[in-house]
């Protein structure tokens, strides 16, 4: 079985830059999107890599995929789960469909995906899972609230995972940036001049995320002004932090 990084939300974003970035260190790749003419587009780019269409949020999409990948003679050595959406706005008024989608993707296929890639890691003591959370997850987020609270069940999933698999092979980071230059903040409906302007570049969260995961850091910040936005929540109260959340008009 040929090792690969899996890439998933490849098509765009922090996704493509990954693929670029782990291209560029000798990986061989399977990319995982939906837009089968981006993957194509970004296979072309770095030099040619296994692409695969899928909506990761469909039920059983997970385990499909791991299948396929295992059919082409490929094993998942190191699992980049950067698919991921968010929605802004009043949990009362959101869809239910999209909210739940949200769940499905960030939580559940993450999860899913995880857990189908680690025991053949395990197996060979070789291997890394790197899952994209945000500094969202270090405090709640109302107008935001099931983006945020799904990006904190991934940033404590992989702590514990991070802790467990200690003295295997397995390395496990939670990458956790905060605004950053892609197609996020347009899907979410946010303010996107606004957003610009608080955003960071992608190749350099991508590159402290892969850096983080190949040191073993169980939690990567990328910039100064995140990693003090992250602690903050140790030292604010609570019901503060939420009503500074709650103020942003982002």
């Known amino acids: 079985m040929q090792p690969v990084t899996l890439v998933t939300g490849a098509s765009a974003g922090l996704g493509a830059e990954f693929a670029r970035q782990c291209a560029r260190r000798g990986d061989k790749l399977v990319l995982?999107?939906?837009?089968?003419?981006?993957?194509?587009?970004?296979?072309?780019?770095?030099?040619?890599?296994?692409?695969?269409?899928?909506?990761?949020?469909?039920?059983?999409?997970?385990?499909?995929?791991?299948?396929?990948?295992?059919?082409?003679?490929?094993?998942?050595?190191?699992?980049?789960n950067n698919a991921g959406f968010g929605l802004t706005g009043q949990f009362a008024q959101l869809p239910l469909e999209g909210q739940l989608g949200m769940v499905d993707l960030n939580v559940r296929t993450l999860t899913e995906l995880a857990r189908l890639a680690v025991p053949?890691?395990?197996?060979?003591?070789?291997?890394?899972?790197?899952?994209?959370?945000?500094?969202?997850?270090?405090?709640?987020?109302?107008?935001?609230?099931?983006?945020?609270?799904?990006?904190?069940?991934?940033?404590?999933?992989?702590?514990?995972?991070?802790?467990?698999?200690?003295?295997?092979?397995?390395?496990?980071?939670?990458?956790?940036?905060?605004?950053?230059?892609?197609?996020?903040?347009?899907?979410?409906?946010?303010?996107?001049?606004?957003?610009?302007?608080l955003s960071a570049d992608a190749a350099g969260v991508v590159a402290a995320g892969l850096g983080g995961l190949e040191s073993n850091k169980a939690v990567v910040v990328p910039g100064l002004t995140n990693k003090i936005s992250a602690q903050s929540s140790r030292i604010i109260p609570r019901a503060a932090m939420r009503r500074i959340v709650a103020s942003l008009k982002i």
């Open 32 to 80: 995982v999107a939906r837009r089968r003419e981006r993957l194509d587009a970004l296979a072309g780019e770095v030099g040619g890599a296994h692409v695969i269409a899928a909506d990761l949020a469909a039920a059983g999409a997970a385990a499909r995929l791991i299948a396929q990948v295992e059919s082409l003679g490929l094993a998942v050595e190191v699992l980049i």
């Open 120 to 197: 053949g890691m395990v197996e060979r003591r070789r291997g890394g899972i790197l899952n994209v959370a945000s500094t969202a997850a270090f405090q709640p987020g109302p107008g935001f609230a099931v983006y945020f609270a799904t990006k904190a069940y991934v940033l404590s999933l992989t702590e514990a995972l991070h802790q467990e698999l200690k003295g295997t092979g397995v390395n496990v980071s939670a990458l956790c940036p905060g605004p950053t230059r892609t197609e996020f903040g347009s899907v979410a409906g946010m303010n996107s001049k606004k957003f610009d302007r």
